[in-house]
């Protein structure tokens, strides 16, 4: 039989000056921390992809990229970590965090799907710089791009679809972005 425990409450100084120290990354959700877990290979080769992609793309640019060691606050005063994140316009002043993101990218799974595309959804649709938020499959091809132009209405593209990241002024194909990733419907594609 499994015992709930209690979570501990603590101030939102006293979770960033924590994750300074911390050998694992933390979320930070109504006063609560939560570990962060691991990352399949897949995950890390999507990731590794987009990063590469956007930040050739923005090398002369002002935006920055970041992989997920940056955390990003909500204005629900959570603090995520997501995947990949654009930042155009940092105006905090801050080594560890935004709160002026451009585009958020998360990779999904089964035991991730729920909190990316409900619960940060809504919370990141709420950062008034935020232009795209962006969901990437990772077992199977299917990305979601949301967009504050198109009144968040989700848009999916697939293998032989292309993407224009309209807050960049970028367009990729979607197989780039899943290059060397082992799945179903990539072995179909490269065979």
Known sequence: MSVLQRQQIISEQEYLEGELVSEIKHEYVDGCVYAMAGA??????????????FGNHLAEQPCDVFGSDIKVRTPAASYRYPDVMVVCDNAENNDHFTQSPTILVEVISRSTRKNDEEIKRLEYMNISTLQEYVLIEQDFVDICVLRRAKNWQPAHYFLGDEITFESIDMTIDVASLYLKVLNQDMDEWRA
């Open 40 to 53: 399949s290979m897949n995950h890390e080769r999507i990731c590794a992809n987009v990063i590469r992609h």
